[in-house]
């Protein structure tokens, strides 16, 4: 499967951006999908993620209230809703499937380029 991200951008603090995670090449559906972000100098962490199952869904402490992710099978897209933004949501965006709906970066398969989010105070 194929991920590409969008959506980000140069936005001021307080203000919001949907990420879109579209793929290509089988069936979003079948797969748990996380949201991960890297800020420079700083490791990869999970933010958000969707099961592939039931749309359980789980937000780290960090973003919880502000984030929201969310699926439409019908378009093969996965979203990410960021609102409240905050300069230290400033990172690289990517999406990434899994078989398993996990918090786990070790068990994504496929990962998206990414998409730059910047947020000035």
Do not use: H, M
Request: glycine share 12%; hydrophobic share 30%; with cysteine.
């Amino acid at each position: 499967v194929q991920l590409v991200e969008s959506g980000g951008g140069l936005v001021q603090a307080g203000g919001s951006l949907r990420l879109s995670c579209a793929a290509s090449g089988s069936t979003l559906e079948n797969y748990a999908i996380g949201w991960f972000r890297q800020a420079p100098g700083k490791e990869r962490e999970g933010v958000s993620c969707i099961s592939n199952s039931d749309g359980s869904t789980w937000c780290a402490d960090s973003v919880k209230g502000r984030f929201t992710v969310s699926r439409d099978n019908a378009k093969n897209t996965v979203y990410l809703q960021i609102n409240g933004l905050k300069p230290e949501d400033t990172a690289v965006y990517y999406c990434a499937a899994s078989w398993l709906y996990t918090v786990l970066t070790s068990e994504y398969t496929y990962w998206g380029q990414g998409t730059q989010v910047t947020v000035s105070s």
